[in-house]
């Protein structure tokens, strides 16, 4: 039987009457307006960010929130488990962590302290291409925890094939292949504050101490750092790529690949088509198009289309344990989830990081005890309705 996430609510009662408080707070939604008052408004705005005026990251949550569930009675919930079955692998919950570059920003400790709360509490951790810290780090600090690889398909290819022997020799045993970030967007706040870590060699790492990458440059990084962050710059993305390139990477890569920023029906046919194992159905947390449609709207459409030829995974807009539930019955077989870790990291470090797990995976296990399910295989399409707009 697997663990009460839930019992989490009594730990944190218990710790709170003997007069220690909880460290951070348990609505997820409060944790920005708190590390943005600590770190200030470059990093924070960087993060929170989102790209034209923000009504993809505002759309995310309106189509999450017209869905409600409709809770069922006495279907005995007095044991429950979380436990998923994703690509292959026995996860303690449908969860995991996003890939998000540039984790030092946030923390000193960076992706190394968010690797370890997602070992500490058995959810995958997946690590950014853009990470601020090289991916072997990382994976040492993981100990033999699930780790996934997010791959920024580089327009150089021996730099991309580097990028896969080395995870696969570092022990990533997904490959998640962004699609979604060609290009950077229009992205307002961060234009307005000047502020772009990469510009400063910051979520350089990976490319930085990478053999490929480093024999396209005529100095060593330290002896001329501008040159090293332009090929970054003009190199970490390829806007040329089309489909029948993924043979590439099918080539090179022997693990499950999940394409992630899936959100038309035929471009997940089309990966179903191209050998892939999953996709992310994500707009990049509205980072990328502005008036894009809301991920958890094209969900359904997404999960019905491939049926069982995919495994199905979804992120942008996760804030509760509810939305958690509402993935699921949308067609999700697990969410990832991505600013409010950061959050967690920016205000305790890897203790935040594991905080933000607890608490998610904690109102999680009520839910969906409290809306009738002991497992969230039983979850479906007719546990929600979805309110008049
Ligand atoms: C600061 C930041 C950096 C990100 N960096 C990456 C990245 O390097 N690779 C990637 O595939 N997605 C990246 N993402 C997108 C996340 O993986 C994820 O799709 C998104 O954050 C989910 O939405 P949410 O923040 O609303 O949960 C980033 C998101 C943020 C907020
Ligand atoms: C542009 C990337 C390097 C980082 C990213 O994915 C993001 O900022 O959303």
Known sequence: MGKHWGDFQYEIYLNGMTGAVPRLPTDLTRLE???????GPGPVGYVAGSAGNGSTALANRAALDRRRIVPRMLRDVHERDLSAEVLGRALPAPLAL?????????????????ARAAAAQGVPYILSSASSTPMEQVAEAMGDAERWFQLYWAKD?????SFLDR???SGFGVLVVTLDTPLLAWRPRDLDQAYLPFLHGVGTANYFTD??????????????????????????????KTWPDLAFLRRHWDGPIVLKGVLHPDDALL??????DGVVVSNHGGRQVA?????????????????????????????TGDDVFKALALGA???LLGRPYVYGLGLDGQAGVEHVIRCLLAEFDLTLALSGHATPATVTASDLEESPA
């Not at 290819?157 to 094939?161: A, G, S």
Request: charged content about 25%; glycine content about 8%.
């Open 98 to 114: 996003a890939p998000v570059g540039v984790l030092s920003i946030m923390h000193p400790d960076a992706e190394c302290a968010a």
């Open 333 to 335: 077989r697990a969410v």
């Open 157 to 161: 290819r021996e730099v991309t094939r």
């Open 291 to 319: 008036g894009s449609v809301a991920a958890a709207d094209a969900l359904p459409r997404v999960a019905r289309a491939v049926g069982d030829r995919l495994t199905v995974l979804f992120d942008s807009g996760v804030r």
């Open 167 to 169: 995870a696969k020799a």
């Open 271 to 276: 990966a179903a088509e191209a050998g892939m």
């Open 211 to 240: 053999p490929a990458f480093l024999a396209g440059l005529a100095k060593p990084v330290h002896e001329d750092l501008n040159a090293a962050v332009l090929r970054f710059v003009g190199m970490f993305a390829d806007p040329g």
């Open 33 to 39: 307006a708190l590390v943005e008052r600590r770190l």
